[in-house]
């Protein structure tokens, strides 16, 4: 072998070698991408996972709330028309009885009352 043909062998050596590091370094920062991407994938699969088990609880507590609702709305009404009939029965039909502050029978002068003295003989 010539010493051309060697120097040519050695310069394609070299090349040979950098490509090889190129593609390992590639490989690595590939092989740290995929390690990082089903890390994530596996932490949103857990997240997903929980979430799944959380939603027909809450969705439960939900309806149990819709519920509650319409009961208090169907109440409301029920109120609305006892104290619509309690209005109108006060009305209709006023009590006789007196209250708890009775009124003072009206005096026949606005004045105040007279006092009288007694004089002893």
Not at 32 to 58: C, N, Q
């Amino acid at each position: 072998m010539g010493f051309d043909q060697k120097a040519l062998l050695a310069e394609l050596d070299k090349r040979f070698v950098a490509q090889e590091k190129r593609f390992d370094g590639l490989e690595r920062k590939l092989d740290s991408t995929a390690a990082s991407s089903s890390t994530r994938l596996d932490a949103l699969e857990s997240v997903a996972k929980v979430f799944d088990e959380w939603r027909p609880r809450v969705d439960g507590v939900i309806d149990g709330l819709c519920i509650e609702v319409n009961k208090l709305a169907t109440l409301k009404l029920k109120v609305g028309k006892i104290s619509k009939y309690m209005e109108r029965s006060m009305v209709d039909d006023p009590s006789v009885t007196l209250g708890v502050f009775m009124t003072t029978p009206a005096s026949k002068s606005a004045s105040a009352p007279s006092v009288t003295k007694h004089v002893n003989p």
